[in-house]
């Protein structure tokens, strides 16, 4: 039987690219990528949203425990 947190594997998985966009966003002078047209700054805000939905979520399945 599967837990209730485990239907968040998809969300948690999206995390790690928008973790790798913010890590290209940062490193675009380092390795001299070009703008390919893709604001990858935006990682940043998606990260947060993405973890604190997760985040709130798993806390409440622990507080009606």
Do not use: C, P
């Not at 390795?31 to 806390?59: D, K, R």
């Amino acid at each position: 039987m599967r837990n209730d947190a485990d239907k968040f594997d998809q969300l948690t998985s999206l995390r790690f690219f928008a973790a790798l966009m913010i890590v290209i966003h940062h490193s675009v002078d380092l390795f001299g990528i070009s703008n390919i047209g893709v604001n990858f700054g935006q990682g940043v805000s998606f990260f947060f949203v993405l973890s604190g939905f997760i985040l709130t979520y798993v806390w409440e399945l622990w507080a009606n425990i």
